[in-house]
């Protein structure tokens, strides 16, 4: 695919632009400060593309502004008396060093263990974790599409679970494939489910339009108010690039 890239300021705002062989102009506001991008057709001037950022500038700042106030995590050294989160609850790590089967064991209501062998080293206790994360999402997700998918009357070929920076999950409509990010296993199930069903309707409703808005309005009334709590929560750390 073709692409040009180039910088422009809008109203004091530094926009990315980047043009491809694409039907429509999408404009996307990026953590972890607020980067501004904004992906139109080749064909489309930057006149357009100025137009289109400033009709957008509140929901930018807006945007910018929440990036800015959200907490986030700080870097994970995966030692006993760390906080780590599971379906929405905070839980203390206890790293168990030994020679049995390594693992995760959720404990108690607040404790995670961690079992490795020992010199096992920080890189390594992560994967782990984040191994047994994904492994809890590969079991809650099939019954949340077995639900959703009948009540829609839709159907998805597969889905996937990686981790993501700036979505919560995807759809592809094509090949009807959704992709879960991992981090909602640290999330509430709630907060899971109203994903799950999230993407699904992008099998219904591509766009974030007004289709969209009464799909979910009729089978998760709540929807918003999940989403602004999820949104509300702090982000992982990251190693960004700007």
């Known amino acids: 695919m073709n692409t040009e890239q180039h910088m422009i300021t809008v109203s004091g705002l530094r926009v990315e632009v980047t043009r491809k062989s694409i039907k429509n102009l999408h404009l996307g506001v990026y953590p972890p400060s607020g980067?501004?991008?904004?992906?139109?057709p080749l064909r489309v001037s930057n006149e357009a593309v100025r137009l289109a950022v400033v009709g957008k500038l509140g929901w930018i700042r807006r945007q910018q502004a929440r990036f800015e106030g959200q907490p986030r995590e700080s870097a994970r050294e995966m030692v006993s008396g760390e906080s780590h989160y599971y379906l929405g609850q905070r839980y203390r790590l206890h790293v168990v060093y030994n020679d049995e089967p390594v693992g995760v064991v959720v404990r108690n209501k607040a404790t995670l263990e961690l079992h490795?062998?020992?010199r096992t080293d920080v890189a390594a206790r992560q994967r782990l974790?984040?191994?047994?994360?994904?492994?809890?999402?590969?079991?809650?997700?099939?019954p949340l599409l077995t639900r959703w998918q009948k009540r829609l009357g839709v159907q998805v070929s597969d889905f996937g679970i990686k981790k993501m920076k700036t979505k919560w999950g995807?759809?592809?409509?094509?090949?009807?494939?959704?992709?879960?990010n991992l981090e909602l296993a640290k999330k509430s199930a709630d907060s899971l489910e109203y994903v799950v069903l999230h993407e699904l309707v992008h099998l219904l409703a591509r766009h974030h339009d007004d289709r969209f808005i009464a799909i979910m309005d009729k089978h998760l009334p709540r929807w918003r108010a999940l989403r602004?709590?999820?949104?509300?929560l702090p982000l992982a750390h990251e190693t960004w690039r700007e």
């Open 129 to 142: 974790l984040m191994r047994w994360y994904r492994q809890q999402l590969k079991e809650m997700i099939p």
């Open 228 to 232: 602004e709590e999820l949104n509300c």
């Open 35 to 40: 980067r501004v991008r904004v992906a139109a």
């Open 116 to 118: 490795v062998r020992p």
């Open 170 to 180: 995807t759809c592809t409509a094509e090949a009807r494939r959704i992709w879960i």
